[in-house]
Nanobody, 116 residues
Framework: QVQLVESGGGLVQPGGSLRLSCAAS????????MGWYRQAPGKQRELVAT????????NYVNSVKGRFTISRDNAKNTVYLQMNSLKPEDTAVYSC?????????WGQGTQVTVSS
């Protein structure tokens, strides 16, 4: 079983920045795709960003393009989500997700609240 531990969430004012981290208990090279999802109260879970392990190709939901950046550090087995120019509508629980041909794993989630 792969364990994922997220950190970096918190309360930030509109326009501020946060960096989320997702540390895996296994080598992330074992996975095909890594991603960040978010779920706001009363809304469905939304895929925010993904990055492929080998090529490093990234994809983003339109609402975060130009503001969020997903990256990985293979040596630290960690995936990051840098979030800039945060808006109140970014408020949600953010969870990381790692996908391999042999399984799919989720972190416990970290709360991000954007409010003045």
């Amino acid at each position: 079983q792969v364990q994922l531990v997220e950190s970096g969430g918190g309360l930030v004012q509109p326009g501020g920045s946060l960096r989320l981290s997702c540390a895996a208990s296994a080598r992330i090279e074992l996975f095909n795709v890594m991603g960040w999802y978010r779920q706001a109260p009363g809304k469905q879970r939304e895929l925010v960003a993904t990055i492929t392990t080998t090529s490093g190709n990234t994809n983003y939901v339109n609402s975060v393009k130009g503001r969020f950046t997903i990256s990985r550090d293979n040596a630290k087995n960690t995936v990051y989500l840098q979030m800039n120019s945060l808006k109140p509508e970014d408020t949600a629980v953010y969870s990381c997700n790692l996908v391999a041909t042999w399984g799919r794993f989720w972190g416990q989630g970290t709360q991000v609240t954007v409010s003045s």
